[in-house]
């Protein structure tokens, strides 16, 4: 490997740490036993930013899709703005300023980095959701508090209760990052991608895609299964490999044997431990998760078997038409930085930052939309991947946390440098 491509998988490394690493930073953390630390957590970022460094002319930047910088970085602006001007959420302003902090950094780090990135970086994005899946099954395996059926999680140490407690929902976000990876790896084969005639590759894969689906199943986060859905409905219109790549890059015999092997293990296990029965009752109780949180969502919760994580967005509905009754003009201007927690980003954008910051919000994420239906005709990997998991982000702006949670922007940089935008391919 020559010094350009070290640079380039240093890089890639890098940005998937702080990118797709979190589930794996949080099982590191447990499992040095760090706790919920934000200084531990902060310090990997770090690493990963350190790991992008490029050592180019200072001058020397590359380009990005300048319609979603305009609006991307404006509303960034202003929730900076709106941060130093209306913090409402003054006890968490030391972990705010760490993580606009590494929003700033990285949009320096993505300006220099070389466009050639995104024949790399589809190989490291499956080793760290291989790494991450694999992560959260050895957690759940060894943890006594962990029940076959609850949601799964890598448990946080505590000094309370040995009550079992994590976020199953970065983990489902990863298991649905690992099937579209997997999925492009494992159908689609592009020239002058990085490692993309291995073998490993190719059969790791494989064995990615089938954790993916366990760790997504395992723990039964609404919003990606519901994501899931639509991303498999738009991978159809992914634009497909020439035959002449294809069948140069074929590695047909291996997957077959993989296959062999794995349905065979299959086999033993239902055997051995009624393995089809555990699948039948997953699917049944996801099956009933996902329809009673569609029903409470669209009742408003008044259609009697009300699911409690929906029920909380109902409550921030109807807070916010009180909060709209009682004091309309603050939702001119906005009522500032982390008024309310909502859980509902779309629409905490104009609880928090009044009208110009949801429009601002609402135009980036339609502008997103309309150059992913583009970029799934590329025919480069890394550019069918972002647009597909955008669809994942697409949901969760609906469904689950803040407009300004750094992991949603730090997915929003990327697209801004990256979605449409030519990665130069060379030999």
Sequence with gaps: MNAPKLTLSRQSIGLSLIWIGPPLIFFIRDLLGFGNSTIFTAALYFIGCLLQVNFKSIFEVNGINKGLAFLGYSFLFLAFLYFILFDQEKFSFKSDVINFGILGVLIILLFRTDDEIQN???VYILLFTLLANLALIYSISTNPNYILGT???VQFNSQSS???SGNPQIYGRNGVIGMIISLLLMIKKQKFLFLGQSKIITLVSHINFILSFVV???????GNLISIVLIIFFFFFVKKTDKEVDKEYSHKNL???YYIIFISGILYLNNSFQLFDKITSYYDQIIYVVNRAVSTGVTLGKGGDNDPSAMGRVNSIEYVQKEFFYKPYNFIIGNGFKYHYLDIPILETWLNFGIVGFLLFLTFNIAILYNMLRALRSPYIFQNFIALFYLNVFVTIFTSGRPVDTIYWIFYLILI??????NNPKP
């Design 120 to 122: 790399y970086l589809p």
């Design 151 to 153: 949601r799964a999680t």
């Design 162 to 164: 040995g009550e079992f």
């Design 216 to 222: 997504l199943v395992l723990t039964q986060t609404r």
């Design 255 to 257: 997957v077959r044997i």
């Design 417 to 422: 440098r990256f979605l449409n935008v030519s």
